[in-house]
């Protein structure tokens, strides 16, 4: 969640600070190269970020996830609490196929003093980045 809120800041103030220098007179020419680049990117590129908090639910308190043990009592997880997040990059390649690619990682923000030595402790974890192409092989007009 930190990291999140320090990007929406960092964007934010990148975007203010473009804004003020608007206004400055300039030597400003436009490309067609860009335009169509631009185009291009609108047209073929869709991105979708997914995100799911995971933890103690709010009548149970602590910072470490909710878990039960096998007599079915609630107990505390070794796991804090976190945010899985994945970020969805799809490259259409033509009107039935797409290249995805979608890392996922997951950013802690509870305790970890319980984890062992060889444990990563660090709040910022890379999970994965699947990589696919997905589309449709065959339909019919039915």
Do not use: H
């Not at 103030?13 to 185009?39: A, D, H, I, R």
């Not at 804090?80 to 196929?97: D, G, R």
Request: hydrophobic share 35%; glycine share 8%; proline share 4%.
């Amino acid at each position: 969640m930190k990291f999140l809120v320090f990007m929406i800041f960092l964007l934010a103030c990148l975007n203010v600070y473009s804004q003020s220098l608007s206004f400055l007179p300039g030597n400003t020419s436009t490309s067609e190269f860009g335009s169509k680049t631009w185009e291009l990117i609108k047209t073929k590129l869709q991105v979708k970020y997914f995100s799911e908090t995971m933890g103690p639910s709010i009548t149970k308190g602590g910072d470490r996830q909710v878990d039960w043990d096998k007599n079915k009592n609630y107990s505390q997880s070794q796991d804090p609490i976190s945010v899985f997040n994945q970020v969805s990059m799809n490259w259409a390649l033509n009107k039935q196929w797409t290249f995805v690619v979608q890392p996922r990682f997951t950013y802690r923000m509870g305790d970890t003093a319980g984890y062992g030595q060889n444990q990563d402790r660090g709040p910022f974890q890379m999970e994965d980045t699947r990589t696919a192409v997905q589309g449709v092989y065959w339909s019919n007009a039915d």
